[in-house]
């Protein structure tokens, strides 16, 4: 058996960027995955400006604190205001710039107005509640790397710089198809001996979450003619087919071997349960994943193994998770697999589903992540484990 | 000021779900709210089936480790099988389902073929390798509550019941404003005293990855007038009005002087750092939320106090987040204001940015979380933080 490790390392020196750098707009490149460099063409701030509602001033002009300083000037936010007039004081809101010549802002609550001038009752420190010119960013620091997906506070750094377009890698289109002659689609009537196909929703909704375009090939025919048709057509209109079912050595599998026919097929006997195997080829030089059929098996073989290999394909510079630590409130003997336990954190720690078949999906909706335990490892009621959020594999 | 805690409590006290619930589809339903419970109409699995590829037989006739079973039938899945010939076993495979009369699966690693019949070298338990009718859902049992967000394993568990179709909250329609007189949208020239509106983007993506539909209004004029009409639009256009900036108490924030007219408005002193200001009002019955207008502020109160509002107002049932324990690799006094550090979580604990200033948008996305500093901790090197993942507040 191949550990999770080698199979991921193994996929992922099988792997290249398969997307092209496309122009972006700002406003459509929410989960994109950059494709260039940022580099600051200005600094951030471009000016000293005001932290605060209140008055700018010269520190060594302060009169103390009983006398007025006169007002010479207000200066509202957006405005290059003069220089300050010496032995006056400029009203000043936030984010306006600080005039030459001043050198502190004081907050209104320390002020009082009187008539045309105000008087500071409580002095700050010299250079206090000024934003200096290009403390956040440096004109001409690289501020993010080729390879970063975008978050909404990732767009909000590209557009204070006011870069409005940039290249990011077009959205991988990942072919999604279900193997199984049992399947039928939700909604229709199930005969006996037939199952509905979850496994199309759930992968379709992760290739999505996911930020590809997904290309959903619905129910591969039991037919090894009309499979050969689908995988041809999928290959040609793709970047990567995933597919669920038909990996086992079980007999009724055709789709191994039409993809060995179409190019080559590796059946991998990883190390991971839910999971176990998976298959590994491509066809013509489309990459082929082939996950198991269960549906746990499915979510987890996806989340852990193919989405590295999937991002990489994207453009990610890094598609690896932190787990977090967490607390037992179960028990549960290590065996010879890596062992992906569907677990929900509490306030204390991390319970786990009691039920860990494959075939239930319940367990993974009951939770919100995976507890990592690792082949051999013995995991008593209050040690702590290694937990992935789900949320951190979206 | 009022506690952070105190400040959601107050707002969820004024908020009801907003938005009506519409008929979904399974493949539109990613990302949506359930607006209805869902039951099982079936029981999953629907019959007794093979969770091995091998062969079913009867445990009591069980010929010993040499002597040949011999094959009475071959059971692909999806088709309902004939009851077993006594004295016979059956050929079987994974997903198909167990005929009357056999009782146990054999996986066929532990079998020998031999011409029409099969040794079963290593007979398993009575009843083993069988997946039972209702195992995972029982007919009538409820998997889901109304309230629930669907992710893709939820859309699996939904489809393997054979549901294709359902009520879903149609997706909040959430107003995005940006106020501040030195606002400039990027791509544009920037003259001194302005700077690039980041704001917009942010929130933006927010809205967006939250699952709502963006109503993008883009910068607010400087123009009292102009901003009553801005407002008007937007209340009867939207569910939800987000706004940053503009609601501090300076004089050249007209916001707030125009939602009072067309409503009402509450400023709020929210012990929170980066954030403080708060606004909360109503525009006609339209309800809104101003956020400050510093990026770090904007993220850190959209995320930890307008998050909870939106979701509750979308239908979500609990939009409360469980934080992770970290170790510190820093230390932080603490303060009067409950501080949201943003943090970078790495193999052994999370670190702290250097620069938390609330102008500074690059700490937010040099980290992947926030370290929450509830008002007087102080944070020694080596302490158990809460430390909450931007993922988790997606």
């Not at 609550?109 to 250079?127: D, F, Q, S, T, Y």
């Not at 789709?255 to 991971?272: N, R, T």
């Not at 720690?349 to 993974?364: F, I, K, Y």
Request: proline share 7%; hydrophobic share 40%.
């Amino acid at each position: 058996m191949l550990s999770v490790e080698k199979a991921i390392a193994e996929l992922l020196q099988n792997c290249r960027v398969l997307a092209e750098p496309v122009p972006t707009r700002l406003g459509q490149a929410l989960g994109r995955v950059l494709a260039q460099d940022i580099t600051a063409g200005i600094d951030v701030p471009p000016a000293d400006n005001s932290a605060m509602d209140g008055y700018a001033f010269r520190h060594a002009e302060w009169p103390g604190l009983e006398r007025i300083l006169p007002l010479s000037q207000r200066i509202p936010a957006g405005l290059r205001p003069p220089a300050l007039t010496p032995g006056t004081a400029a009203r000043i809101f936030t984010g306006a710039e600080v005039p030459e010549g001043a050198d502190t802002v004081v907050m209104q609550e320390h002020c009082r107005a009187v008539g045309e001038g105000v008087v500071i009752e409580k002095c700050p420190l010299e250079g206090a509640n000024i934003r200096r010119l290009g403390q956040d960013i440096r004109c001409g620091q690289q501020v993010l790397a080729r390879g970063r997906r975008l978050e909404p506070q990732t767009l909000g750094l590209v557009a204070s710089l006011g870069i409005a377009e940039f290249d990011t890698f077009r959205p991988l289109r990942v072919a999604v198809i279900s193997n199984g002659s049992e399947l039928v689609e939700p909604g229709e009537a199930v005969k006996p001996g037939q199952i509905y196909n979850s496994n199309r929703y759930m992968l379709s909704g992760l290739v999505r979450r996911w930020g590809f375009e997904l290309c959903d090939y619905g129910i591969a025919p039991d037919d090894p003619f009309a499979i050969r048709d689908l995988l041809a057509r999928a290959a040609a209109e793709t970047d990567v087919i995933l597919s669920s079912g038909g990996v086992s050595v079980g007999e009724e599998d055709h789709i191994k071997d039409v993809v060995e026919d179409l190019g080559s097929i590796d059946l991998w006997k990883v190390a991971i349960k839910p999971g176990k195997p998976f298959a590994f080829g491509r066809v013509g030089k489309t990459p082929f994943l082939g996950l198991p059929g269960n549906p746990s098996s499915v979510l987890v073989t996806a989340l852990i193994i193919a989405r590295p290999y999937l991002m990489t394909c994207q453009g990610l510079g890094n598609a690896a998770v932190v787990p977090v630590r967490k607390r037992a409130m179960f028990s549960s003997r290590g065996g010879p697999r890596q062992v992906y336990l569907r677990a929900k954190s509490v306030a204390d720690g991390v319970e786990c589903h009691p039920r860990q078949s494959s075939g239930v999906l319940m367990s993974t909706v009951w939770g919100d992540g995976l507890v990592v335990q690792a082949p051999g490892q013995d995991i008593a009621e209050g040690d702590e484990v290694d937990f992935i959020p789900y949320a951190l594999l979206a």
